[in-house]
């Protein structure tokens, strides 16, 4: 990916009303992974800082409620959200890139 700017959504997928989401967002020039299966939010934070206007590498997993991702050949960050639901329910539509401005609340609220 290539961003222009330090903070934005690169992908998001929720439940409309309810817990359960995932969503990559860029916040102050780290990859953010945060998803919650419905018992908790599993945060992931790179350790790697991109540059604007500049091509990375992203790789992303997850697994029921263990994640991972790597930011342009960095070690794997691991980490997981907590125990008591594994999967994800999800209804609103994907979105890469960003999201709508009547969303925008609710993904910074997640």
Do not use: C
């Not at 790697?48 to 991702?69: A, F, S």
């Amino acid at each position: 990916f290539r961003a222009s700017e330090l903070n934005g959504v690169l992908l998001f997928n929720g439940q409309n009303g309810k817990k359960d989401f995932i969503s990559l967002t860029l916040v102050s020039g780290y990859v953010e992974l945060r998803f919650n299966t419905g018992s908790g939010t599993g945060t992931l934070t790179s350790k790697v800082r991109i540059e604007p206007g500049k091509w990375h590498q992203l790789i992303v997993t997850r697994n029921r409620r263990t994640g991972m991702l790597s930011v342009d050949g960095e070690s794997h960050v691991n980490g997981e959200s907590p125990p008591g639901t594994d999967g994800l329910n999800l209804d609103t539509d994907l979105f890469i890139g960003g999201v709508p401005d009547e969303l925008q609340q609710d993904v910074k609220e997640r």
